[in-house]
C-alpha cells in the first residue's frame, strides 16, 4: 500500500496496528506518509497530526498499547496449540478420505482419470492430486 500512496491520498486503517508490526514500525510509517502529503486515518482516533509534541506522546503510547496486543495474542495462540498438541488433539483439517480409500485411489489412477478419481470419491481434484503425489515420494 505505500509504495502506491500518492499526495493528497487519506489511507483509513482500522486499528493502529495495521501501519506496523510493532510499535517503531508504526512511528516511522506515519511520519513518512505525513512528508509525503499523505494524512492517515485511524477509525478510532480521527485523522493523526504530528504537530504537536502532544500528538506525537499519544500517538506513541498507543503504538506501544498495539503491539502489546499484538504479543499477547501471539502469545496466547501459541499457549493454546501447545496445550492442544500435548492433549493430542491433531491441528489439520480431517482427511477427507480414509487409508483404504487413498490405497484404492493409487491402484485406480492407471486405469481413471483424476477428474473420474474425484467424482467417484467425491473429492476435490486437488485432494486425489495430493494423494497421488504423497504416494509418489
Known sequence: MLGQMRRGETPVVSKLDRLGANAHDIMATIPMLARGGIAVVVLPLGNLDLGSPADKLMLSMLAAVAELERNVLIERTQAGLARAKSEGK???????????QRTDIVKKR?????SSLARLYSVSLATILGILRTADH
Open 110 to 114: 492407471s486405469q481413471e482419470t483424476v
Open 90 to 100: 491433531t491441528l489439520l483439517r480431517p482427511l477427507k478420505t480414509n487409508s483404504i
